[in-house]
Every structure is written in structure tokens, then in C-alpha cells.
Nanobody, 112 residues
């Protein structure tokens, strides 16, 4: 069974950038691709971005469109989330999910 492990979170100032990684172990990503979600303290979980297995199709939440970029490297079994122009409202725990399998998350904090 595949396991997903996120990394790359941290503390960054407003306007800064971070790149999150989601590594799949056990096997490659499911053919359905991979999604990123986030959950801020006291708020519901929110969809962030999705990519299909080939990387030919991506989808973004309106709140991150134009600032975040999702990509996939199947040779490395890794999905990336490049986050630029970060805002305090991007502060959350970020999780990747593929075919119902979830990682444990990585924390992102954006200071104002």
C-alpha cells in the first residue's frame, strides 16, 4: 500500500515562497493523480490543488490560483506544490492525498 509523506513546510514572511513535497513510497501514485488540501486552525479542510498522473491537467482553488503551482515527477514518485507570494491566510497544515490515502501533513506559517 502506498504511503505519502509531506515535507517542506516552515515559517516564511508575507510575500515569500515555499516548496512542499509529497513523496509516495511503496508504489507510484495512483492513476487518478494527487491532490493538496490544507486546514487552518479552527477552519474546515480546504482543497488547494490537484494534478493528474501524467501532469497534463491541473486544478487550483481560486484562493491560490496564480500563486501556487502543482507538478509531478513520477520518476521520483513526488508531487510538488510551489507556493509563491504567500499570505498570512495561507497559514495551515498542508496534506497530500492520492486515491484516498493521506499523508500526515506539513505545517506552513506565513507571518505578517
Amino acid at each position: 500500500q502506498v504511503q505519502l509523506v509531506e515535507s517542506g513546510g516552515g515559517l516564511v514572511q508575507t510575500g515569500g515562497s515555499l516548496r512542499l513535497s509529497c513523496v509516495a513510497s511503496g508504489r507510484t501514485f495512483d492513476t487518478s493523480g494527487c491532490n493538496w488540501f490544507r486546514q487552518a486552525p479552527g477552519k474546515e479542510q480546504e482543497f488547494v490543488a490537484a494534478i493528474n498522473f501524467s501532469g497534463s491537467s491541473t486544478t487550483y482553488a481560486d484562493s491560490v490560483k496564480g500563486r501556487f503551482t502543482i507538478s509531478i515527477d513520477n520518476a521520483k514518485r513526488t508531487v510538488y506544490l510551489q507556493m509563491d507570494a504567500l499570505k498570512p491566510e495561507d497559514t495551515a497544515d498542508y496534506y497530500c492525498m492520492s486515491a484516498g490515502i493521506w499523508g500526515r501533513g506539513t505545517q506552513v506559517t506565513v507571518s505578517s
